[in-house]
């Protein structure tokens, strides 16, 4: 394990995970890369510098949040805490959406900078926020964009609120904006109510490397902008990328984020010179998340050995300028003919194969589930609970229990539950990729 730092930034470490051992002829290696920041202002809790972090919050204000009127009270309640919770010095806008997108705070194209004034100002200016039109989620992510590209600060973030589908927007301008928008700023996507599309708001947060949740009761909102803000104000370093440099003839199969969500990188990948690429990995505070890579090498006889890759976080230079080291490990593969040790499979590797089993799994099973197919849908949501049992995933566990009714966790034998409330089918849906980490033993 090896450490870089620049002095005013969290401290990176990365660890690698795997049984380097395979047989003779055997060809993929398995690592999990544990990616950890400390030390940083977070954890110190000191004053991060003004202008570090510019945030612009989409609310949705298409017609139908005002059914229940309960949505839009909501929403304005939410955002005016999220407000509340910008640190002095954060560049900041609010945005209401409908079929077009329409600056609400402060106006003409610019951004606030936050402070006991701007807070206030722009809270009144929500008293205005009323609901009517339609649903153009890309017209918002647009506005968004061109708010943020107009700030130097490092971490540009976007927290996006909808209540329905983006029935007014074509599904292919959505995908050339997200398209668009990758790299430039992350965005965190919460859907209230039911009305919404899993699938939709899910995407637009994989797309801009964020989060994504369900807020069944509006009642709720408040407090999960808030913990999002929270969030986003804790971050410190911006556009971090794990850089992947392979050997001739090993060939990369995947590389995805397994923790604290299950993410997948691996089309991600922009060249970073010879035999090497990078992934992104978004903003950091003072976090741990791990990642899975696999790679195929050249086959061997046994006794011979290789570096299969190096995993390199790397922050992107400036113009001209080679990029920050932050930290590096090594992933190798060792032939031998010691049956045990070809064929023991790492503790991290086994776990976070079964955690991306449990989130296909729940999502096959759920689509399963709403074309009519009993048979295929009591197998794979068996599976999941057998797999969220094994692995110690309680709150997943807890998901699945109001979907089915569970016979023998182990086992994974089940039946569907006649009725499902569609708040806990949602639920389930949204947060099927979050994952736990490996048991402490």
Known sequence: MANFAKPSAPRFSVEVYQNE????????????VTVTATGGATATRTAVADGTAAVVLMVDCSGSMEYPPEKMRGARAATAAAIDTLRDGTAFAVIAGTHVAKEVYPGQG??????PATRAQAKEALRGLSSGGGTAIGTWL?????????????????????DGRNEHEEPAVLRATLDACAGRFTCDARGVGTDWDV???????????????????????????????????????????????????VEIQYVKQVAPAVQDLTDRRTEA??????????????????????VRVPTATVGQEMLAARTTLVLPGAAGEPATVLAQGLVRAVWTN???????????????????????????????????????????????VQLASSSG???????????????DAVAGTVRLKAKVADADEMTLDTRSTQTVRVKKT
């Open 21 to 32: 051992f395979l047989p003779e002829g055997g060809r993929d290696v398995h690592a999990i």
């Open 110 to 115: 610019h951004l606030a900078v936050a402070d």
């Open 142 to 162: 647009r506005l968004a964009d061109g708010l943020l590209r107009g700030s130097t600060a490092a971490i540009r973030h976007g927290i996006l609120l909808t």
């Open 199 to 249: 699938k939709e708001v899910t995407g637009i947060a994989s797309a801009l490397l964020g989060s994504a949740d369900i807020v069944a009761d509006p009642a709720h909102l408040a407090e999960d902008f808030t913990r999002v803000m929270e969030n986003v104000m804790g971050k410190e370093v911006a556009d971090v990328a794990l850089r992947l440099w392979t050997p001739v003839g």
């Open 273 to 294: 010179g010879p035999r090497a690429g990078e992934y992104p990995t978004g903003s950091w505070g003072d976090e741990s998340r791990e990642y899975h890579v696999c």
């Open 338 to 384: 010691d049956l045990a040790a070809s064929t023991a499979i790492n503790a991290q590797v086994a776990h976070y194969t079964g955690q991306a089993e449990l989130a296909e799994a729940i999502q096959q099973g759920l689509e399963a589930r709403k074309m009519g197919d009993v048979g295929g849908a009591t197998a794979k949501l068996g599976r999941a």
């Open 393 to 407: 995933n309680a709150d997943t566990a807890r998901l699945l229990s109001k979907v089915v009714d569970v016979v």
